[in-house]
């Protein structure tokens, strides 16, 4: 095999350990986009939004956001983030760092909008703060599903990759070519 295709491939083994981090990553930021909900069953805002619960949804997704960070960063340390296809994953990765870093602020308007609700008198007042929350909190989880699809495309990058391989398969140990016999000396006695 041609030693510059060589380190070009992410080593097979990487290259499906890191598809099966971003699937649960994205599997992640897709679960908190459709479980967190704002509104009640009728379509509207509670009458007195659960501030605990909404300041929940901003803890958990600092923490998704922690983890992408943590999953872009260990992709980005290796050598593998400097070739070809690293190229390639690392500005996806980067996007859904970005993308879930913004969910959290959003969230934690809404949390801070809920409280307010309840000193609010003024039903215009009222009705505006609620559409601000739920802009706000749709917002929020548009980041989350955005972020998601860029870790699915980071994905296709290295399923793609996986495609390289078949051409340039490397053996594995056990199937590396005996060493070449010994050449016959000049010398024959």
Known sequence: MNPDVHRELI???????????LDAMKGKLLHAAEQWQLLDDTGHVPASPAYTDLLQHTTDAQALFGDVVQLTA???????S????????????SKAATLSGHAAPHFAEVAETALSLSRSS???????????????????????????????????????HL??????????RRERPAPPPPTSSARHR
């Not at 400097?82 to 990765?93: E, K």
């Open 11 to 21: 080593p097979r083994d990487d290259t499906l350990h890191l598809i099966r981090a």
């Open 74 to 80: 260990d992709f980005a340390r290796t050598t593998h």
């Open 82 to 93: 400097m070739n070809r296809v690293g190229s390639a994953v690392l500005p996806h990765l």
């Open 122 to 160: 003024d039903p215009t007042d009222r009705q505006y703060r609620e559409n601000r929350m739920v802009i706000d909190h749709a917002t929020a989880r548009a980041y989350l599903r955005r972020a998601a699809e860029s870790l699915h495309d980071a994905a296709k990058e290295l399923d793609n």
């Open 163 to 172: 495609d390289f391989h078949r051409f340039f398969p490397t053996p594995s």
